[in-house]
Protein backbone atom coordinates (compact mmCIF):
# COMPACT_ATOMS: atom_id res chain seq x y z
CA UNK A 1 0.00 0.00 0.00
CA UNK A 2 2.44 2.17 -0.88
CA UNK A 3 0.38 5.64 -1.89
CA UNK A 4 -2.09 5.47 1.38
CA UNK A 5 -1.55 7.05 4.47
CA UNK A 6 -1.75 3.87 6.69
CA UNK A 7 -3.37 5.50 9.87
CA UNK A 8 -6.24 6.46 7.59
CA UNK A 9 -6.77 3.21 6.65
CA UNK A 10 -10.27 1.56 7.87
CA UNK A 11 -9.90 -1.48 10.38
CA UNK A 12 -10.79 -3.89 8.00
CA UNK A 13 -8.53 -2.52 5.43
CA UNK A 14 -5.89 -3.35 8.41
CA UNK A 15 -6.80 -6.82 8.63
CA UNK A 16 -6.81 -7.56 5.22
CA UNK A 17 -3.05 -5.77 4.48
CA UNK A 18 -2.24 -7.80 7.55
CA UNK A 19 -3.67 -11.68 6.11
CA UNK A 20 -2.43 -10.47 2.52
CA UNK A 21 1.45 -9.61 4.10
CA UNK A 22 1.35 -5.98 2.54
CA UNK A 23 1.38 -4.50 5.43
CA UNK A 24 1.83 -4.83 9.44
CA UNK A 25 1.01 -3.64 12.35
CA UNK A 26 4.10 -1.92 13.23
CA UNK A 27 4.05 -0.03 10.32
CA UNK A 28 0.48 1.02 10.75
CA UNK A 29 1.33 2.11 14.35
CA UNK A 30 4.16 4.18 12.90
CA UNK A 31 2.18 6.12 10.14
CA UNK A 32 -0.41 6.42 13.42
CA UNK A 33 2.07 7.79 15.79
CA UNK A 34 3.85 9.95 13.01
CA UNK A 35 0.77 11.23 12.78
CA UNK A 36 -0.20 12.14 16.15
CA UNK A 37 3.23 14.11 16.73
CA UNK A 38 2.26 16.23 13.47
CA UNK A 39 -1.33 17.22 14.32
CA UNK A 40 -2.46 16.07 17.95
CA UNK A 41 -0.46 19.62 19.37
CA UNK A 42 -2.92 21.31 17.34
CA UNK A 43 -5.55 19.30 18.72
CA UNK A 44 -5.05 18.19 22.31
CA UNK A 45 -6.88 14.49 21.46
CA UNK A 46 -4.87 12.42 24.21
CA UNK A 47 -4.32 12.43 28.19
CA UNK A 48 -1.86 9.86 27.81
CA UNK A 49 0.11 8.27 25.88
CA UNK A 50 1.21 4.27 26.15
CA UNK A 51 4.86 3.47 25.60
CA UNK A 52 3.62 -0.32 25.24
CA UNK A 53 2.08 0.21 21.84
CA UNK A 54 4.86 -0.67 19.98
CA UNK A 55 5.26 -3.91 22.14
CA UNK A 56 2.22 -4.82 21.35
CA UNK A 57 2.39 -4.11 17.91
CA UNK A 58 5.77 -6.43 17.19
CA UNK A 59 3.81 -8.93 19.39
CA UNK A 60 0.81 -9.17 16.67
CA UNK A 61 3.63 -8.89 13.69
CA UNK A 62 4.89 -11.75 14.73
CA UNK A 63 1.39 -13.54 15.12
CA UNK A 64 0.30 -12.35 11.75
CA UNK A 65 3.71 -13.64 10.00
CA UNK A 66 2.77 -17.06 12.09
CA UNK A 67 -0.55 -17.32 10.40
CA UNK A 68 -1.56 -17.11 14.09
CA UNK A 69 -3.46 -14.05 14.57
CA UNK A 70 -5.29 -14.11 18.32
CA UNK A 71 -8.43 -12.09 17.52
CA UNK A 72 -10.54 -10.35 14.97
CA UNK A 73 -8.31 -6.98 15.61
CA UNK A 74 -5.23 -8.31 16.07
CA UNK A 75 -2.60 -5.35 15.44
CA UNK A 76 -5.53 -2.87 14.54
CA UNK A 77 -4.78 0.71 16.90
CA UNK A 78 -7.52 1.40 19.49
CA UNK A 79 -7.84 4.53 21.77
CA UNK A 80 -9.51 4.18 25.30
CA UNK A 81 -11.44 7.22 26.80
CA UNK A 82 -10.31 8.62 29.82
CA UNK A 83 -13.67 7.74 31.95
CA UNK A 84 -12.70 4.06 31.28
CA UNK A 85 -10.36 1.90 33.19
CA UNK A 86 -6.80 0.99 31.23
CA UNK A 87 -4.61 -0.81 33.41
CA UNK A 88 -1.44 0.47 34.72
CA UNK A 89 -2.62 3.80 33.70
CA UNK A 90 -5.28 6.41 35.93
CA UNK A 91 -8.34 6.96 34.91
CA UNK A 92 -8.44 10.72 36.11
CA UNK A 93 -11.98 11.30 33.80
CA UNK A 94 -10.59 14.77 33.22
CA UNK A 95 -10.44 16.18 36.67
CA UNK A 96 -8.37 17.90 39.08
CA UNK A 97 -9.72 16.08 41.64
CA UNK A 98 -8.91 12.60 40.93
CA UNK A 99 -5.67 10.08 41.80
CA UNK A 100 -2.84 10.02 39.32
CA UNK A 101 -2.44 6.51 40.48
CA UNK A 102 -2.38 3.66 37.88
CA UNK A 103 -5.79 1.40 38.43
CA UNK A 104 -4.65 -1.98 38.20
CA UNK A 105 -7.60 -3.48 36.22
CA UNK A 106 -8.93 -3.25 32.74
CA UNK A 107 -12.37 -2.47 32.38
CA UNK A 108 -14.47 -5.59 30.98
CA UNK A 109 -14.54 -3.60 27.33
CA UNK A 110 -10.55 -2.53 27.45
CA UNK A 111 -10.25 -6.82 28.29
CA UNK A 112 -12.45 -7.68 25.09
CA UNK A 113 -10.67 -4.84 22.65
CA UNK A 114 -7.27 -6.47 23.84
CA UNK A 115 -8.37 -10.13 23.62
CA UNK A 116 -9.58 -9.17 20.16
CA UNK A 117 -5.78 -8.30 19.84
CA UNK A 118 -6.39 -4.70 19.62
CA UNK A 119 -3.20 -2.30 19.90
CA UNK A 120 -3.88 0.47 22.33
CA UNK A 121 -2.55 3.61 21.53
CA UNK A 122 -3.55 5.84 24.54
CA UNK A 123 -6.23 7.39 26.41
CA UNK A 124 -8.36 10.01 25.17
CA UNK A 125 -9.88 13.52 26.51
CA UNK A 126 -13.11 13.93 27.84
CA UNK A 127 -14.98 16.63 29.36
CA UNK A 128 -14.76 16.43 33.46
CA UNK A 129 -16.34 13.50 34.94
CA UNK A 130 -18.72 13.58 31.13
CA UNK A 131 -21.17 16.19 32.30
CA UNK A 132 -20.99 18.44 29.14
CA UNK A 133 -20.61 18.57 25.54
CA UNK A 134 -18.28 21.53 25.04
CA UNK A 135 -14.86 19.63 24.35
CA UNK A 136 -12.69 20.96 27.20
CA UNK A 137 -12.19 19.95 30.96
CA UNK A 138 -10.08 21.10 33.82
CA UNK A 139 -7.33 18.58 33.67
CA UNK A 140 -6.12 19.19 30.43
CA UNK A 141 -7.55 21.70 28.79
CA UNK A 142 -9.32 22.31 25.20
CA UNK A 143 -9.64 19.42 22.55
CA UNK A 144 -10.00 21.33 19.20
CA UNK A 145 -11.69 19.85 15.96
CA UNK A 146 -9.89 18.52 13.56
CA UNK A 147 -11.87 20.09 10.92
CA UNK A 148 -11.27 23.41 12.21
CA UNK A 149 -9.80 24.00 15.22
CA UNK A 150 -11.54 26.61 16.22
CA UNK A 151 -14.59 24.63 17.28
CA UNK A 152 -15.01 22.19 19.60
CA UNK A 153 -15.59 18.46 18.61
CA UNK A 154 -18.19 18.10 21.36
CA UNK A 155 -18.34 15.95 24.26
CA UNK A 156 -18.15 14.21 26.01
CA UNK A 157 -15.97 11.77 23.91
CA UNK A 158 -13.97 15.02 22.99
CA UNK A 159 -10.62 13.16 22.21
CA UNK A 160 -11.94 10.03 20.64
CA UNK A 161 -14.25 12.51 18.41
CA UNK A 162 -10.54 14.57 17.38
CA UNK A 163 -8.86 11.43 17.02
CA UNK A 164 -11.32 9.62 14.73
CA UNK A 165 -11.23 12.83 12.64
CA UNK A 166 -7.52 13.21 12.66
CA UNK A 167 -6.86 9.75 11.89
CA UNK A 168 -5.15 8.80 14.67
CA UNK A 169 -6.65 4.94 13.72
CA UNK A 170 -9.51 3.70 13.24
CA UNK A 171 -10.98 2.67 16.56
CA UNK A 172 -12.03 4.63 19.94
CA UNK A 173 -14.09 4.39 22.54
CA UNK A 174 -16.58 6.29 24.42
CA UNK A 175 -19.14 6.88 26.47
CA UNK A 176 -22.56 7.93 25.95
CA UNK A 177 -24.87 9.17 28.99
CA UNK A 178 -26.72 11.67 27.13
CA UNK A 179 -25.32 12.11 23.44
CA UNK A 180 -21.07 11.88 24.98
CA UNK A 181 -20.40 9.37 21.43
CA UNK A 182 -23.10 10.74 19.02
CA UNK A 183 -22.82 14.71 19.71
CA UNK A 184 -19.07 14.75 19.19
CA UNK A 185 -18.97 12.17 16.66
CA UNK A 186 -21.56 14.32 14.54
CA UNK A 187 -19.53 17.56 15.06
CA UNK A 188 -16.21 15.77 14.24
CA UNK A 189 -18.09 13.60 10.72
CA UNK A 190 -17.69 10.14 12.43
CA UNK A 191 -20.08 7.20 13.17
CA UNK A 192 -20.96 6.62 16.63
CA UNK A 193 -23.00 3.99 18.17
CA UNK A 194 -25.10 4.08 21.64
CA UNK A 195 -25.71 0.72 21.57
CA UNK A 196 -28.93 -1.18 23.78
CA UNK A 197 -28.11 -0.69 27.44
CA UNK A 198 -26.48 -3.31 28.91
CA UNK A 199 -24.91 -4.46 25.44
CA UNK A 200 -21.60 -3.45 26.52
CA UNK A 201 -20.88 -4.09 30.12
CA UNK A 202 -19.66 -0.90 32.04
CA UNK A 203 -17.63 -1.67 35.46
CA UNK A 204 -16.47 0.67 37.39
CA UNK A 205 -19.73 2.42 37.50
CA UNK A 206 -20.15 6.21 35.72
CA UNK A 207 -21.41 8.93 37.53
CA UNK A 208 -24.44 8.43 35.18
CA UNK A 209 -24.62 4.65 35.99
CA UNK A 210 -28.64 4.25 35.14
CA UNK A 211 -28.16 5.78 31.64
CA UNK A 212 -24.59 5.53 30.42
CA UNK A 213 -23.13 3.40 27.65
CA UNK A 214 -19.91 2.48 26.03
CA UNK A 215 -19.92 2.48 22.02
CA UNK A 216 -17.81 2.63 18.77
CA UNK A 217 -16.48 5.86 17.35
CA UNK A 218 -14.88 5.08 13.56
CA UNK A 219 -15.21 6.57 10.18
CA UNK A 220 -16.57 4.07 8.77
CA UNK A 221 -20.24 1.94 9.76
CA UNK A 222 -18.66 -1.36 9.30
CA UNK A 223 -15.59 -0.73 11.09
CA UNK A 224 -18.33 0.27 13.93
CA UNK A 225 -19.89 -2.94 13.51
CA UNK A 226 -16.47 -4.81 14.02
CA UNK A 227 -15.44 -2.86 16.68
CA UNK A 228 -18.84 -3.34 18.19
CA UNK A 229 -18.46 -7.19 17.81
CA UNK A 230 -15.68 -6.73 19.91
CA UNK A 231 -16.95 -4.52 23.01
CA UNK A 232 -19.95 -6.55 23.23
CA UNK A 233 -19.29 -9.49 25.95
CA UNK A 234 -20.58 -10.31 28.69
CA UNK A 235 -18.57 -10.02 31.71
CA UNK A 236 -19.59 -11.14 35.79
CA UNK A 237 -18.27 -7.49 36.76
CA UNK A 238 -21.71 -5.42 35.38
CA UNK A 239 -24.91 -7.36 36.63
CA UNK A 240 -26.64 -5.08 34.58
CA UNK A 241 -24.86 -6.21 30.94
CA UNK A 242 -27.10 -8.44 28.65
CA UNK A 243 -26.50 -11.99 28.27
CA UNK A 244 -23.01 -13.08 26.03
CA UNK A 245 -24.29 -12.71 22.07
CA UNK A 246 -20.62 -13.52 20.91
CA UNK A 247 -22.30 -12.52 17.14
CA UNK A 248 -20.29 -10.54 14.26
CA UNK A 249 -22.80 -7.61 14.21
CA UNK A 250 -21.17 -7.24 10.17
CA UNK A 251 -23.96 -10.25 9.80
CA UNK A 252 -26.49 -8.67 7.41
CA UNK A 253 -25.39 -5.42 7.47
CA UNK A 254 -25.33 -5.20 4.04
CA UNK A 255 -29.09 -6.38 3.44
CA UNK A 256 -30.42 -2.97 3.32
CA UNK A 257 -33.40 -1.29 4.29
CA UNK A 258 -36.05 -2.89 1.69
CA UNK A 259 -39.59 -3.14 3.23
CA UNK A 260 -38.48 -1.50 6.36
CA UNK A 261 -41.04 0.93 7.92
CA UNK A 262 -39.08 3.89 9.02
CA UNK A 263 -40.54 7.24 10.77
CA UNK A 264 -39.47 10.54 10.80
CA UNK A 265 -39.57 12.05 14.18
CA UNK A 266 -39.65 16.03 14.92
CA UNK A 267 -40.52 15.77 18.91
CA UNK A 268 -38.94 14.19 21.39
CA UNK A 269 -41.02 15.18 23.76
CA UNK A 270 -40.76 18.74 23.76
CA UNK A 271 -40.05 21.71 20.81
CA UNK A 272 -36.23 21.00 20.72
CA UNK A 273 -34.66 22.97 18.39
CA UNK A 274 -32.48 22.14 14.49
CA UNK A 275 -31.59 24.29 12.24
CA UNK A 276 -31.82 24.42 8.42
CA UNK A 277 -28.98 22.37 7.92
CA UNK A 278 -29.86 19.81 10.31
CA UNK A 279 -33.61 19.56 8.76
CA UNK A 280 -32.38 19.26 5.08
CA UNK A 281 -29.82 16.53 6.61
CA UNK A 282 -32.16 14.44 7.99
CA UNK A 283 -35.05 14.97 4.61
CA UNK A 284 -32.01 13.90 3.08
CA UNK A 285 -31.71 10.26 4.69
CA UNK A 286 -35.48 9.90 4.38
CA UNK A 287 -34.94 10.34 0.44
CA UNK A 288 -31.89 7.80 0.51
CA UNK A 289 -33.83 5.43 2.51
CA UNK A 290 -37.01 5.69 0.72
CA UNK A 291 -34.91 5.17 -2.71
CA UNK A 292 -33.25 2.14 -0.88
CA UNK A 293 -36.59 0.58 -0.33
CA UNK A 294 -37.95 1.49 3.20
CA UNK A 295 -41.20 3.34 3.46
CA UNK A 296 -40.78 6.67 5.36
CA UNK A 297 -43.17 8.53 6.91
CA UNK A 298 -43.79 11.33 9.84
CA UNK A 299 -44.40 9.92 12.76
CA UNK A 300 -45.27 11.45 16.46
CA UNK A 301 -44.57 8.94 19.67
CA UNK A 302 -46.83 11.45 21.93
CA UNK A 303 -43.59 11.40 24.48
CA UNK A 304 -43.57 12.98 28.01
CA UNK A 305 -41.51 15.88 27.95
CA UNK A 306 -38.00 14.08 28.10
CA UNK A 307 -35.82 17.04 28.78
CA UNK A 308 -37.52 17.98 32.45
CA UNK A 309 -36.77 14.27 32.94
CA UNK A 310 -33.01 14.14 31.76
CA UNK A 311 -32.18 17.23 33.70
CA UNK A 312 -33.39 15.86 36.96
CA UNK A 313 -31.16 12.26 36.44
CA UNK A 314 -28.15 15.21 35.19
CA UNK A 315 -28.55 17.48 38.17
CA UNK A 316 -29.15 14.57 40.87
CA UNK A 317 -25.93 12.84 39.30
CA UNK A 318 -24.00 16.17 39.33
CA UNK A 319 -25.48 17.05 43.09
CA UNK A 320 -23.99 13.56 44.54
CA UNK A 321 -20.67 13.88 42.75
CA UNK A 322 -20.35 17.28 44.11
CA UNK A 323 -21.88 16.11 47.87
CA UNK A 324 -18.73 12.88 47.53
CA UNK A 325 -16.30 15.44 47.57
CA UNK A 326 -14.32 17.86 50.49
CA UNK A 327 -15.10 21.49 49.84
CA UNK A 328 -11.29 21.72 48.37
CA UNK A 329 -11.99 19.75 46.03
CA UNK A 330 -15.34 20.78 44.99
CA UNK A 331 -13.83 23.89 44.42
CA UNK A 332 -11.71 22.36 41.90
CA UNK A 333 -14.16 21.28 39.63
CA UNK A 334 -15.68 22.88 36.38
CA UNK A 335 -17.75 26.14 37.55
CA UNK A 336 -20.45 24.55 35.27
CA UNK A 337 -20.67 21.59 37.24
CA UNK A 338 -21.54 22.80 40.94
CA UNK A 339 -23.48 25.49 38.62
CA UNK A 340 -25.75 21.99 37.37
CA UNK A 341 -26.06 20.43 41.14
CA UNK A 342 -27.02 23.73 42.87
CA UNK A 343 -29.83 24.34 40.13
CA UNK A 344 -31.40 20.75 38.94
CA UNK A 345 -29.75 18.71 41.64
CA UNK A 346 -31.95 19.18 44.53
CA UNK A 347 -35.01 16.98 44.33
CA UNK A 348 -37.61 15.06 46.57
CA UNK A 349 -37.99 11.47 47.18
CA UNK A 350 -40.93 12.51 45.08
CA UNK A 351 -39.72 14.48 42.49
CA UNK A 352 -37.40 11.45 41.94
CA UNK A 353 -39.69 8.74 41.98
CA UNK A 354 -42.03 10.93 39.20
CA UNK A 355 -38.89 10.96 37.47
CA UNK A 356 -37.97 7.43 37.14
CA UNK A 357 -42.22 7.08 36.60
CA UNK A 358 -41.63 9.68 33.44
CA UNK A 359 -38.78 8.21 32.27
CA UNK A 360 -40.73 4.76 31.66
CA UNK A 361 -43.82 6.39 30.06
CA UNK A 362 -41.29 7.47 27.47
CA UNK A 363 -39.65 3.90 27.09
CA UNK A 364 -43.31 2.74 26.62
CA UNK A 365 -44.42 5.12 23.99
CA UNK A 366 -41.39 4.54 21.76
CA UNK A 367 -41.75 0.31 22.77
CA UNK A 368 -45.30 1.07 21.22
CA UNK A 369 -44.03 3.42 18.65
CA UNK A 370 -41.56 0.10 17.23
CA UNK A 371 -44.95 -2.09 17.02
CA UNK A 372 -45.67 -0.22 13.55
CA UNK A 373 -41.83 1.39 13.32
CA UNK A 374 -38.74 -0.37 12.49
CA UNK A 375 -36.64 2.52 13.11
CA UNK A 376 -36.60 5.87 13.69
CA UNK A 377 -34.65 8.50 12.07
CA UNK A 378 -34.07 12.22 13.68
CA UNK A 379 -31.52 15.26 13.74
CA UNK A 380 -28.71 13.90 15.90
CA UNK A 381 -27.63 17.83 17.20
CA UNK A 382 -29.32 21.22 16.59
CA UNK A 383 -26.78 23.10 14.81
CA UNK A 384 -23.05 22.96 14.26
CA UNK A 385 -20.76 23.10 16.92
CA UNK A 386 -19.72 25.86 19.65
CA UNK A 387 -16.59 27.64 19.05
CA UNK A 388 -14.15 25.92 21.24
CA UNK A 389 -13.30 28.34 23.40
CA UNK A 390 -16.67 30.10 24.01
CA UNK A 391 -17.69 30.34 27.58
CA UNK A 392 -20.63 28.76 28.96
CA UNK A 393 -23.58 31.04 30.42
CA UNK A 394 -26.14 28.70 31.19
CA UNK A 395 -25.16 25.25 31.08
CA UNK A 396 -29.19 23.87 32.11
CA UNK A 397 -30.36 25.66 29.06
CA UNK A 398 -27.87 24.62 26.72
CA UNK A 399 -28.34 21.00 27.58
CA UNK A 400 -31.79 21.27 25.72
CA UNK A 401 -31.07 23.92 23.23
CA UNK A 402 -27.15 23.69 22.15
CA UNK A 403 -26.12 20.43 22.87
CA UNK A 404 -28.25 17.59 23.49
CA UNK A 405 -31.98 17.93 22.59
CA UNK A 406 -32.08 14.73 20.62
CA UNK A 407 -29.79 12.66 22.11
CA UNK A 408 -30.62 12.73 25.60
CA UNK A 409 -34.64 10.51 25.11
CA UNK A 410 -32.51 7.39 23.84
CA UNK A 411 -30.33 7.34 27.14
CA UNK A 412 -33.45 7.43 28.95
CA UNK A 413 -35.25 4.76 26.57
CA UNK A 414 -32.44 3.05 26.64
CA UNK A 415 -32.33 2.10 22.81
CA UNK A 416 -29.57 1.79 20.21
CA UNK A 417 -28.99 4.70 18.39
CA UNK A 418 -26.32 5.31 15.71
CA UNK A 419 -25.18 8.62 13.89
CA UNK A 420 -23.60 9.11 10.60
CA UNK A 421 -22.64 11.78 8.56
CA UNK A 422 -24.57 13.57 6.09
CA UNK A 423 -22.00 15.37 4.30
CA UNK A 424 -20.87 19.18 5.25
CA UNK A 425 -23.18 22.18 6.71
CA UNK A 426 -23.39 25.17 5.36
CA UNK A 427 -20.19 26.51 6.78
CA UNK A 428 -18.10 23.36 6.05
CA UNK A 429 -18.64 21.42 8.81
CA UNK A 430 -19.49 18.04 8.96
CA UNK A 431 -24.16 17.53 9.08
CA UNK A 432 -25.19 14.44 10.22
CA UNK A 433 -28.73 12.27 11.23
CA UNK A 434 -29.04 10.28 13.99
CA UNK A 435 -31.17 6.91 13.84
CA UNK A 436 -32.76 4.70 16.38
CA UNK A 437 -34.39 1.07 16.87
CA UNK A 438 -36.36 -0.86 19.44
CA UNK A 439 -34.54 -2.24 22.22
CA UNK A 440 -31.91 -5.24 21.23
CA UNK A 441 -32.26 -4.66 17.43
CA UNK A 442 -28.90 -2.98 17.38
CA UNK A 443 -28.53 -4.78 13.61
CA UNK A 444 -31.20 -2.54 12.04
CA UNK A 445 -29.17 0.64 13.53
CA UNK A 446 -26.19 -0.63 11.54
CA UNK A 447 -28.21 -1.63 8.36
CA UNK A 448 -29.72 1.56 7.75
CA UNK A 449 -26.61 3.67 8.71
CA UNK A 450 -25.02 1.17 6.11
CA UNK A 451 -27.45 1.86 3.70
CA UNK A 452 -27.02 5.66 3.73
CA UNK A 453 -23.08 5.35 3.68
CA UNK A 454 -23.14 3.33 0.50
CA UNK A 455 -25.78 5.76 -1.26
CA UNK A 456 -23.28 8.56 0.12
CA UNK A 457 -20.09 8.39 0.85
CA UNK A 458 -18.82 9.92 4.10
CA UNK A 459 -16.59 12.63 3.50
CA UNK A 460 -13.81 12.86 5.75
CA UNK A 461 -11.10 15.62 6.79
CA UNK A 462 -8.39 16.75 4.85
CA UNK A 463 -5.36 16.99 7.05
Known amino acids: MPDTDLATLSAED ?15 LQAVTERIARLNPGLNAFAVMNPNALQAAGESESRWRSGRPIGPLDGVPVTVKDLVDLGGFPTRRGSRTTSADPVPDDAPMVMSLKAAGAVVIGK ?8 KSPGDCPLHGITRNPWNP ?4 GGSSSGAGAAG ?7 HVGTDAGGSV ?27 ASVSCAGPMTRTVRDTAVMFSAMARWDLRDPFCLPDDPRNWLEDIEDGVEGTVIGVLSNPGFDAPCDADGI ?5 AAQLLSEAGAIVEQVDPGLPDTSSVFGRVWGAALARLVAGM ?20 GMSAIEFMDAEATRAAAAHAMARLHQRYDLVL ?27 PWTFAFNLTRQPTITVPMGPRGDGLPNSVQIAAAQFRDDLVLRAARAIEVAQPFPVAAL
Open 378 to 404: CPTVPGGPPLADAPIIDPVRSLWTDWA
Open 14 to 28: MLAGYARCQVSPVEV
Open 182 to 208: RIPAAWCGLVGLKPTYGRIPQWPASAF
Open 280 to 284: AAVER
Open 150 to 153: AYTT
Open 326 to 345: STDKAAMLDPGIRQVAQTVG
Open 165 to 171: AAGFGPL
Open 124 to 131: TTTTEFGW
